[in-house]
């Protein structure tokens, strides 16, 4: 069935340095594609999406772009603040009732 | 605007006691009502889905249980509680399926002793 892989975390990294999360996916159409954030102790907030090939979702600052040759769905930033210290979650949707999510990336952010 | 709301926030139950935790919504009508539960360490793990009232989804069987009496209004519950039923658990809804995205309740936090 379809699914979804992201890195392991959890992710450690200065202030201003890029960030680069990687998500692939595994389906057998042409899904949507999603990344979530959650911050301590929250539910879960919609960064970005895309919903065909080549499209690039942007949200404060982060950016991901939907590549069907290599099924991935990378989230990057280009300069990460301690403010985005949160586990963020890639996610698909096979355009059925629910989203798959991956297991989720930890970051931690240090001054 | 729409808004989901969640609660308890925060829960502690002993083992074998009942559960039953709410979600509502407002400024939607007719949403996709899901359960999910997130264990320390663990990711998403989707329970329970509706797509209206008194039609429900079981995607894990378990002790737990779900009802939908009304249209904006998702129930989760369980007769008996086991260790293993501690969790963070999130409600979310959507307009249709999956391609819409979720928008997330804030969470309940259950931890049972």
């Known amino acids: 069935g379809d699914s979804v892989t992201q890195m392991e975390g959890p992710v450690t990294l200065s202030e201003e340095a890029f960030l680069t999360i990687n998500c692939t996916y595994t389906?057998?159409?042409?899904?949507?594609l999603f990344w979530y954030v959650q911050y301590p102790g929250e539910g879960l907030q919609l960064l970005l999406k895309?919903?065909?090939?080549?499209d690039k979702g942007s949200n404060k600052g982060f950016e991901a772009t939907y590549r069907k040759e290599t099924t991935s769905f990378h989230l990057e930033k280009g300069s990460v603040q301690v403010s985005d210290s949160a586990v963020y979650f890639c996610?698909?949707?096979?355009?059925?009732?629910?989203?798959?999510f991956g297991k989720g990336t930890s970051l931690l952010v240090t001054p | 605007s729409q808004t989901i709301h969640q609660w308890p926030a925060t829960l502690v139950q002993p083992v074998g006691s009942p559960l039953s935790l709410e979600c509502t919504v407002e400024?939607?009508?007719?949403?996709?009502l899901y359960w999910y539960r997130q264990a320390a360490g663990r990711g998403l793990q989707l329970l329970f889905y509706?797509?209206?009232?008194?039609?429900i989804s079981s995607e894990v069987p378990q002790n737990l249980s779900a009802s939908r009496p009304q249209d904006r209004q998702f129930i989760l519950s369980s007769k008996k509680l086991l260790l293993s039923d501690s969790g963070f658990y999130l409600c979310?809804?959507?307009?249709?399926?999956?391609?819409?995205?979720?928008?997330f309740g804030s969470g309940t936090r259950l931890t049972v002793v």
């Open positions: 979310a809804w959507s307009a249709g399926g999956g391609d819409y995205g979720y928008t």
């Open positions: 389906a057998t159409g042409y899904p949507s």
């Open positions: 895309a919903t065909k090939a080549d």
């Open positions: 996610a698909l949707s096979d355009h059925g009732y629910a989203l798959n």
């Open positions: 400024g939607t009508s007719n949403p996709n």
């Open positions: 509706s797509v209206g009232i008194g039609q």
